[in-house]
């Protein structure tokens, strides 16, 4: 079992290293580039900005100075932001998505296993179908529909969405 | 001066925002009964005022940086505007010149020298004393090719400022900004720019705080260790969420700003947008972030605004490629175009049908006769060109950037033209960083584009068609076209500088290597109990004097608009005649309108 998880955490790096290396040319390969607006960016600009970001170097030497970065977690400054950097936008958004897939993921265990083994236990009994249909259900209905409705029809009725509203407003204090 | 209105957005639903715009479209009856119940014209959505002086509103989309030296966006400005002031400030109705950080100045009769006295006791909101000697380290920061500022060429008006920018001469002080002491600042220009102080209120002409950058370097504009000087500071920034704005006690007008506050949601969803302003969650919405298809909808309401707005939309065509290369061919193209089945029926009259590659809305500028839909001429040039009937004419095509409203405009052009001239157009849709390069390195034979004026004159967009340019990107070249706006550059007097101006428009529309299509409008919506917030064709909006009116629905009785003019009476006098020491002297008005 613990050789299996090394592997399979050991197999990782060259899948990671052959998609960031993909990444890396694929965007370079399309037309355009970052510093592109409606407006011209006069050349003498243009040039700095290039020089900034190290895209006036060789091919190659970009090449390693992002995989160099890559492997410490350090993905440089942000082009559409110049003053942040790629790690802290992603550090600042990371930990809710965490948090967000924790929750599903605990719930698809808990509650889509045993209704699964029940499901395959009976099968082809009214149960089976039952619980097939509800997956199939929150399969199909789009997430934007399903969302909302499940945070409007479990949570929240009109006097807490009031609420919600007067916070946003800063009517009330919802620190 | 904005990235293309029609580069793709990024859609972005919070879930707060989703809740909230499912809510408000919950229960649309209520509202209007309770509303004529009291006897009120019909408003879009809640009309309660908070019950803090706070603005809340949509920012839109997250502003890339607002850095005022090396900002360039349009959201990047509005962030740059609240948070700072320039030697000048705009008047929140006409966008003329008011005394900002100067409280007043002197022109020398050549209109070369310009001598700016800063406003005594003037300081940071750290409390730093702010000196002349901070603009001229400020201008020169834009300057500096390092720091490859986008809108640095708009410091070019100042002598030796494009050399210093392009690395031709590395001296500073041989670029036209002087401080001789705390509290003047003389400004040498290159030639005489009858716009001058239509600049040194934009926001790449503001001071920037070096006591903050020397320690922060280029994080110095995060809450906490920004420092800005005007009326209000950064108090709170999250991205793609919001921007909090507290009032600044250190501003020079202080005592004349009347909200504590603003609150910029940072919102690029335009449906999202329209739902978080009907539930009354904001309270105003910007031009530019309300759905299209809702607008004709959205008339009917007391709080929407429509204006025009300094934009035209126009098709550019590469002269260097032939057919184009023949005038009459050009001619064709343009006189083929129904302008008003495009701007009315099309885009259902949110858009002015416009037939001149200037806007509207320059006080004294008389525009010449602009172009017209004329079938039967535009067939005769087509056969003078050589291709009657559109015999002998090749497959031509349209490029344009993935957006839906282009594509509809552009398979309109392409059945005028195939009606009209009875020629072959295909359309080729281009994801945005192909369609630039197109455009740019001239692979294209009709594009789509638009352009936005930075400052209040026509030259703004006529300067970018000169040869060479650029922002000319059709190949365009006429030596007699050159030459006129070189001479309007030089011109002082300015009736004469408009028609030397009207002059190259002419030409230009006449040459026809541009086909204006329309010209851009506002369309905003502003709570009436929002008071200070003006249309204008900038779609500029300083928020100092903005004043959230918790009794409107009183004053909406006796005059909707007149009260609405905090320090317009100042406004005819503005200028140098305001000196009036420190503290209040123009707009000292603001409190009195009410």
Redesign the interface.
Known sequence: MVTFLLRRVLLMVPTLWAIATLAFFLVRG????PF???????????A??MH?YGLDQPLHVQYLRFLTGVARLDFGPSY?????QVRE?IA?ALPVSLELAGWALLIAVLAGVPIGIFAAVRQNTSADYAAMGVALAGVSVPN?VL??TL??GVR?G?AE?AE??AC????RDCA | MVSAPGTPRRRIATCLHLLLALGAGCAPAARPAAEVAAGHARYFGDVTPPLDDVLRFNLGAEPEIYDPSLAAGQTDGRVCRILFEGLTHEDARTLEPRPGQAYRWETSPDGLTYTFHLRPGLCWSDGTPLTADDFRWSWLRVLKPENAARYAGLLSPIRNAEAYNHGETADSNAVGIAAPDDSTLVVTLAQPTAYFLYLTQFYTYVPVPRQAIARHGNRWTMPGTIVSNGAFTLRYWRQNNRFEFARNPRYWDAANVRLQGIVGYTIDDLNTSANLYKAGVIDWVPSGYLPSQAIPYLREYRDFRHGNYQGVYFYSINVKRPPFDNVWVRRALNLAIDRDAIANGLLKRSREPWGNMTPSGYPGYEHPPGLRYDPVRARECLAKAGYPGGKGFRKISIQFNTSEDHRRIAEAIQAMWKNVLHIQVELSNQEWGSFMQGLTGLQYDIARRSWLGDYLDPNTFLACWITGDGNNRSGWSNRRYDGLIRQAAREIDPVLRFAILREAEALLLDEGPTIPVYHYSTNELVKPYVHGIYQNPLDVHPLNYVWIDRDWRNHEAEAPHALAAPGAEDAASGGPAAAGGAGRAPSAAAARAH
């Open positions: 399309a037309p355009g580039g592109q607006s409606e407006k011209e960016i006069p050349a003498a600009a243009r700095q900005l900034k559409k932001f110049p003053s942040r936008i600042e934007f969302g909302p945070v409007l929240l009109p969405l919600l509203i946003a407003r800063g009517e």
